[in-house]
């Protein structure tokens, strides 16, 4: 008989996951992958949105394209999960699994920031980067400062990015002399556990005269004064702010009592949670790794190695490798490398590859790779 395996989420981590039990385990298993939404988004295609250089169509992956035998779709929006009973409640149906994974991301707070909606933008949803565009066609002059509110928060680089890729926008419009570009940051370096990443993102931005502001944490906005107040009782002063809101689980995660401490623990090795047949994935766990798609897709691979093993009852899985190779946008069409390794139990290192075409052209295969291999196309 084949096993019920329903999957809450087709970011990342849902489609790598759904996409290797289905092709190693055919006839073997039944999979039920659910979202709310139509289709899947890659966290840095919101730079394309953001910029206007592309259209939400253009950097969507459609779920209703997915020819996978095994596995079926279902746009639904999750109103409750049973981890007890495997079971999963939504908007339309419900579903009880042999084995479910939680790979629902994280959602951000922006209500947890006082004036952060009516005083500030941020690009880390896709109707924010869409919204944005328009702000930005708009201003002219002015200070702009990037304010990295809360932490964890996805993708570590993607804050300077934004300020690297701003000072690129402003110039080809011959207005940065006449725009100020800053990032605040609680931290001391762009990305802690990549010391090379942070000091080659340092010194770009020290040539593109973008502030990197350390130790610093904004608690609120006054929209009224144009002010980002800081947790020491400072104020910076912004004409234009995009922040880097506070992340969570989402609503129905918390509701479940999945997570702990603010997110859902795992077993480092096998990301299960402890109730027995239900897994959890990306940024939705508290696993040792940043949150990013590089480790929610590692993650799924540990997980799907686990299962394989499982009902194939053969081959002894690898634990979670906590690997991932991210990539950095520099401008110019140029692109860096992290190769980050976040092997639990160890000292995380992320070596640093300096930016390239070539390393451009490798980013543009990783879309297309995963594009082929969750769609199937
Ligand atoms: C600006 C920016 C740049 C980034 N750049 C990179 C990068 O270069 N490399 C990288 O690796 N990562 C990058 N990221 C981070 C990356 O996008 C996320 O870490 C990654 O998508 C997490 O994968 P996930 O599977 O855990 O969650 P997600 O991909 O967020 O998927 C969660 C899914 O759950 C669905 N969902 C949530 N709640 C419900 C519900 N109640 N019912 C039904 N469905 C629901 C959502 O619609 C979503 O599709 C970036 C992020 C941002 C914002």
Redesign the pocket.
């Known amino acids: 008989m084949s096993k019920k395996i329903v999957i809450?989420?087709?970011?990342?981590?849902?489609l790598e996951l759904s996409s290797r039990l289905a092709e190693a385990l055919p006839g073997q298993v039944e999979i039920t992958l659910?979202?709310?939404?139509k289709g899947?988004v890659?966290?840095?295609s919101?730079?394309e949105l953001m910029f206007g250089r592309a259209t939400l169509p253009e950097v969507s992956l459609y779920y209703h394209d997915i020819v996978k035998p095994g596995v079926e779709f279902r746009q639904?929006?999750?109103t409750a999960i049973d981890p007890g009973n495997r079971r999963l409640t939504t908007d339309r149906n419900s579903y009880e699994a042999d084995v479910l994974v939680v790979?629902?991301?994280?959602?951000y707070d922006i209500e947890g920031t006082p004036g952060f909606a009516a005083g500030g933008h941020e690009?880390?949803s896709v109707p924010g980067a869409i919204a944005l565009n328009d702000v930005l066609q708009e201003f002219k002059s002015g200070s702009l400062v990037i304010g990295i509110i809360g932490q964890p928060f996805?993708?570590p680089p993607?804050p300077c990015e934004a300020a690297i890729l701003l000072d690129e926008f402003f110039t080809e419009r011959g207005i940065r002399g006449d725009i100020e570009i800053s990032v605040v940051s609680q931290w001391d370096v762009p990305i802690p556990p990549s010391p090379e990443g942070s000091e080659f993102i340092l010194k770009s931005l020290k040539q593109r005269v973008i502030p990197f502001v350390t130790g610093t944490v904004i608690t609120a906005l006054d929209p009224e004064k144009k002010l980002a107040l800081t947790k020491d009782g400072g104020s910076i002063p912004y004409d234009l702010f995009l922040g880097i809101p506070i992340h969570r689980v989402?609503a129905?995660v918390k509701e479940s009592g999945l997570s702990e401490d603010g997110w859902i623990p795992v077993d480092d090795r096998n990301l299960s949670t402890k109730f027995p047949g239900v897994y959890a994935?990306?940024?939705?766990t508290s696993a040792p790794v940043p949150?990013?798609?590089?480790f929610?897709e590692s993650a799924a691979q540990a997980v799907a190695e686990h299962l394989i093993a499982e009902i194939s009852g053969s081959g002894e899985p690898d634990p979670f490798s906590g690997r991932?190779t991210?990539?950095v946008e520099f401008g110019g069409g140029l692109v860096g490398r992290m190769n980050a390794d976040f092997f639990p139990g160890t000292r995380p290192t992320a070596p640093f590859s300096e930016p390239s075409l070539a390393l451009a052209r490798d980013k543009a295969d990783f879309v297309r790779n995963r594009r082929a291999r969750w769609l199937g196309t």
């Open positions: 809450a989420g087709a970011g990342f981590g849902g659910i979202d709310k939404n899947f890659f966290g840095f919101k730079f639904e929006t999750i790979a629902l991301g994280a959602e690009f880390y996805k993708c993607a989402p129905v994935v990306g940024d939705v949150k990013a798609g590089v929610a991932g991210c990539y």
